[in-house]
């Protein structure tokens, strides 16, 4: 078993930068002590800047820690089976809670837990339905997945990219479609399909700091969105 060490790079008024070097503040190890299949997924500071919140995967094994920013001391984790490797979270605008994409492999459904930042429970979770045929021409099962999800900054919606796809493929092998879609993380309620895409792969999307615009990319392209959220 290999160790995994964090490495957290912070850049504050004090003298971290030598010659245009970023000096590494501290290392400390993984507190679920994975082995070489272990992934760190995301990251997010807590407001204030002294705390963060970070997800990582080892295998079937998911774990959600709180460190403290300039010491890399662990305040609290939790281990958590039905995280994935293209899991993501975001804090909310309340910086009481958080929200993290979940399931998606190992039969697995995908959808959202809602979580409070001060001891991890579960506040809300939903599922995201299959859309259209659950099998494809060959009798394989098809399945949902997340791949990245963006908080907007004023409505209770979370935006993210849906792959439905083959259960057990690598993204983008026999996928039927990915879209952007929006559901009210309060209410469990889908808002709105923004956009569907056919085989296309898509990557990323991100919402501006005013909630004016939404950008997506793909492979190939990308895409502005302004007045998406009018509705």
């Known amino acids: 078993m ?23 503040v501290w290392d400390k190890d993984w507190d679920i002590n994975p ?11 807590l407001k204030g800047e002294n705390q963060f919140i970070m997800m990582g995967v080892d295998g079937d094994i998911g774990s ?8 890399g ?15 993501k979270f975001e804090i909310l605008p309340d910086s009481n809670r958080f929200i993290m994409s979940v399931g998606g492999v190992r039969s697995i459904p995908a959808g959202f837990e809602v979580r409070s930042v001060d001891d991890f429970s579960i506040i809300n ?25 963006k908080i907007d900054p004023v409505k209770p919606y979370v935006y993210f990219i849906l792959e ?9 092998e026999n996928t039927d479609f990915y879209s952007i879609k929006v559901y009210n993380y309060e209410t469990s309620e889908e808002i709105r399909n923004l956009r569907a895409y056919k085989k296309d792969y898509m990557e990323l999307i991100d919402i501006s700091h005013d909630g004016k ?19």
């Not at 615009?213 to 509705?231: H, P, Q």
């Open 64 to 71: 959600v820690e709180i460190r403290e920013t300039l010491t």
């Open 164 to 172: 439905k796809g083959i259960n057990g493929k690598q993204l983008g």
């Open 2 to 24: 290999k160790t995994l060490i964090l490495l957290i790079t912070i850049i504050t008024a004090t003298s971290l930068v030598r010659s245009g070097e970023i000096v590494p």
């Open 35 to 45: 082995s070489d299949n272990a992934n760190l997924l995301d990251v997010e500071f």
């Open 73 to 87: 001391e662990l305040i609290d984790s939790i281990q958590i089976n039905n995280i994935y490797e293209e899991s």
């Open 125 to 149: 979770k939903f599922e995201l339905p299959l859309e259209g045929d659950a099998f494809d021409e060959k009798n394989r099962p098809y399945n949902n997945r997340i791949i990245d999800i």
């Open 213 to 231: 615009y939404l950008v997506s990319i793909n492979g190939r392209e990308a895409y502005i969105y302004m007045g998406f959220r009018d509705f």
